[in-house]
């Protein structure tokens, strides 16, 4: 019971995911190769609404967010495998779960692979120099 607002929140974000055409493979195509505004307007949207709503949780609940060494090869490798698997897939993470929820059972497969990379990950992630 206790789940049910996150469930219903899940559904909203799916709701506006699609009809927002943020999961379809042509905008992303359309990003990718510069011709059309749409994504870029969304992600943007996403970064600021980030921003303030990251702000507006430090001054209420007075939480502190340490900030991490700064290490530019590390984030650039990373948000390389982050993109070859949006372009693999046709999707990032949030879009994943609505495609299937969509109907597109394809992505139980991609959805699966996630895990097992995240899982793969935890299992050397104290073997790997960070």
């Known amino acids: 019971m206790k789940h049910i607002p996150f469930l219903l ?6 709701i506006i995911m699609t009809k927002s055409e943020v999961i379809s493979w ?3 195509q359309e990003m990718f190769r510069f011709e059309s505004f749409h994504m870029y307007g969304v992600i943007g949207t996403a970064v600021a609404l980030g921003i303030l709503i ?6 209420k609940q007075k939480l502190d967010f340490k900030p991490t060494p ?19 897939a046709g999707a990032c ?6 495609l299937l929820g969509n109907g597109y ?13 995240t899982y ?8 790997l120099p960070h």
């Open 54 to 59: 990251i702000a507006l949780i430090k001054r």
């Open 120 to 127: 793969t990950y935890g299992l050397v992630r104290d073997k």
């Open 93 to 98: 993470p949030g879009p994943m779960y609505t």
């Open 26 to 28: 042509f905008r992303i």
């Open 70 to 88: 700064l290490s530019i090869r590390r984030h650039l490798i990373a948000g390389s495998i982050f993109g070859l698997g949006w372009a693999l």
């Open 9 to 14: 929140i899940g559904i909203l974000f799916g």
């Open 105 to 117: 059972i394809i992505f139980l497969i991609i959805i699966l692979s996630a895990l097992a990379g």
